[in-house]
């Protein structure tokens, strides 16, 4: 893939992607139908969604064997060929034992999509480029579960539940023929699979998923799964600590600020996938509504989950957890009251302006969550993180379904036993089922408002440390001139600068020809708009970097470009597409000791000076801190003499 001939590539794994996140959603809609024809009851229809889950999780953690030790276009024809044979089964079902092994063979080929276009992007991307491309395939994991809803709700009510498996099958089939013509391989490297993790995951989750759904009908065989399930849970931990190759590496866990944002994560995704079941369940059994109807409604909230989340990313960025955190949980605890305490009205309107906020909630939480345990790890952990905190996520899906669609299940039939109609029963299980999400996002407030308020703790000690050192490099200048504004006496007045329009290459020329590693990047009027380093000419010339996978973990990959090729395209790229667009500086009137706290919090060498916004000057740390020290020299000479 030389160049940019990876567009057409990713486009068919961006396709890929997407039919991954609608299959997971895909018979949701169809629940309803499913359990009319094969007389099944909803703990048992549930297995359709809980059983996909279970299996597509299993796989994501073994995809950062599977991408290292198999070509992408071996894997790639793997995942299309499975998928496809799992759609054609689920078009073709007899009886439901037939559907829910389609359905699980479906899960071993579309769980494989997500994780595959997530590598090769990092693989094949050059790195100026790598977040426009990983944000759009974000979107397709975002639309797909958005769109299944109408889509498969629309064919329910008018073709019947079989049809839902026409779009995966004739999905797939253009995708293979597409991938045929434009999917090529990168290269591969030693992987190991540790097959006992794997066995152990397996049994944890089923475990989990189907202790939790017999709970209320069957509490012995129950108790007995849920036991099994905990002692494979810790035989799997166990063994990811002494094996050579772990399964997932659960060294960020020694972190007391980021284990806690797995379980925030793990809430939040429970919530929303559960919802996902419980509320199509609610609308056609309850509220007498036909599936396309429901899967309509039902798009409203998924949409506002997608603008609070890109709403919520830019709010964590600009001030940190607190209080979006604990707001979030707030939102979604309210959204699940409203939806527990009205569902026995009937009310459709309420029960929109429920889900709607539980959703919104969602949003607000579930990325600010992993981003705030990411903040807290070292560069190095981070892989290990996101292994963590996906596999985590893949969990709350298995589990979330399974425990909620249990309780409905165990309601509704006793209502029944009562003489209760099935509206009647319908609604009472989904209220029941409802509260206890909502007990449980309640522990998730609890949770988010503890954790916010340590990490606001952390990240103040963390500024009073850099404070200290920064005073402890600048006291005796201090002492010497008080709150006097000195970057005039240390500062260089003639900076090097260069040109947001100028090419790459004369930013490496200007760090080879002026011995520096960085520049300002002033716009025509001289005003600073950015900063270039050698490390940042180093990203684009890079031949190799490390790539993180989802399930997915770090992984070494080398890049197809020529040196030579990518020497040539990166000398010609203007300076702002290679720089950092934020500059870190100093105003001109800024004293001593601010200097020093920026030099220290940063950990700059050099920072610039500004006087209305244009650059006027540098200062270098090292200057910093011969006058700090050529002033507690001064002041302590009379003593010594």
């Not at 089923?206 to 209320?216: D, K």
């Not at 396309?292 to 039902?298: D, K, M, N, R, Y």
């Not at 009310?347 to 705030?372: D, H, I, K, R």
Request: aromatic share 8%; with cysteine; proline share 5%.
């Amino acid at each position: 893939m030389q160049g940019g001939s990876f567009v057409a590539p990713l486009a068919v794994l961006y396709g890929g992607a997407f039919m991954a996140g609608f299959n997971e959603n895909l018979v949701n809609m169809a629940l309803m139908a499913v359990m009319g024809e094969f007389g099944v009851d909803s703990v048992t229809a549930q297995w359709l969604v809980t059983g996909y889950m279970i299996v597509a999780t299993v796989v994501v953690t073994c995809m950062a064997f599977l991408y290292r030790r198999f070509k992408l276009r071996t894997l790639f024809f793997c995942a299309a060929g499975l998928s496809l044979a799992g759609s054609a089964m689920g078009l073709l079902s007899f009886n439901f034992a037939f559907l829910l092994a389609a359905r699980l063979v479906q899960a071993v080929g579309t769980g494989i999509f997500i994780p595959l276009m997530m590598n090769t992007i990092l693989a094949v991307v050059p790195k100026n480029k790598m977040g426009a491309y990983l944000s759009i395939g974000s979107c397709m994991i975002t639309f797909g579960p958005a769109l299944a809803p109408v889509a498969c709700g629309a064919l329910v009510t008018g073709l019947g539940w079989r049809s839902i498996f026409v779009v995966p099958v004739a999905a797939m089939a253009v995708l293979a023929v597409a991938g045929a013509f434009l999917i090529r391989n990168v290269p591969t490297s030693e992987a190991h699979l540790d097959a006992p993790s794997v066995a152990l995951s397996a049994v944890a989750l089923f475990g989990l998923s189907f202790g939790l759904a017999e709970l209320s009908a069957l509490p012995v065989a129950a108790g007995a799964a849920l036991a099994v399930a905990a002692v494979a849970v810790a035989a799997f931990i166990v063994r990811q600590l002494r094996c050579a190759h772990p399964l997932i590496e659960l060294s960020p866990c020694r972190s007391l600020l980021f284990w806690p944002t797995l379980i925030l994560a793990m809430v939040a995704m429970m919530t929303t996938f559960s919802l996902s079941v419980l509320l199509p369940l609610y609308f056609e059994g309850a509220l007498g509504l036909t599936a396309f109807a429901s899967g309509v409604i039902i798009l409203v909230p998924v949409l506002a989950n997608a603008a609070t989340s890109l709403f919520s990313g830019r709010v964590m960025d600009r001030f940190g957890a607190w209080p979006l955190l604990p707001a979030g949980f707030a939102v979604i605890l309210a959204g699940l009251a409203v939806l527990a305490a009205t569902s026995a009205s009937l009310s459709l309107p309420l029960a929109f302006a429920g889900a709607l906020l539980a959703y919104a909630g969602v949003g607000m939480v579930f990325s600010p969550s992993q981003t705030a345990g990411f903040r807290t790890l070292p560069p190095a952990q981070n892989p290990f993180g996101v292994a963590l905190s996906t596999t985590f996520v893949q969990v709350a899906a298995c589990i979330g379904p399974s425990l909620y669609i249990g309780i409905m299940s165990a309601v509704q039939q006793g209502a029944a036993a009562g003489g209760a109609d099935a509206a009647a029963g319908a609604a009472q299980g989904f209220a029941v089922a409802i509260g206890v999400a909502a007990a449980v996002a309640a522990v998730g407030f609890g949770v988010a408002s503890a954790y916010t308020v340590a990490a606001r703790r952390w990240e103040r000690a963390q500024r009073a440390g850099a404070a200290v050192r920064a005073e402890a490099a600048a006291g005796a200048a201090v002492q010497a001139e008080p709150g006097a504004p000195l970057l005039s006496a240390i500062m260089e007045t003639d900076p090097y600068v260069i040109s947001a329009a100028a090419k790459a290459g004369e930013a490496m020329r200007a760090f080879v020809d002026l011995k520096v590693g960085g520049l300002p990047v002033v716009d025509e009027r001289g005003r600073g708009v950015g900063f270039i380093s050698d490390g940042d000419a180093m990203r684009c010339l890079a031949d190799k970097h490390a790539a993180v996978s989802s399930a997915y973990a770090l992984i070494e990959v080398a890049n197809s470009q020529s040196f030579d090729e990518r020497l040539r395209e990166t000398v010609e790229l203007p300076v702002s597409d290679v720089a950092t667009a934020k500059l870190v500086a100093l105003d001109e009137g800024a004293t001593l000791r601010e200097a020093c706290e920026l030099l220290a919090q940063r950990k700059l060498k050099k920072v610039p000076v500004l006087r209305d916004g244009r650059v006027v000057g540098t200062v270098n740390r090292s200057d910093v801190l011969r006058y700090a020290m050529g002033a507690f020299l001064s002041s302590e000479a009379p003593e010594r003499r």
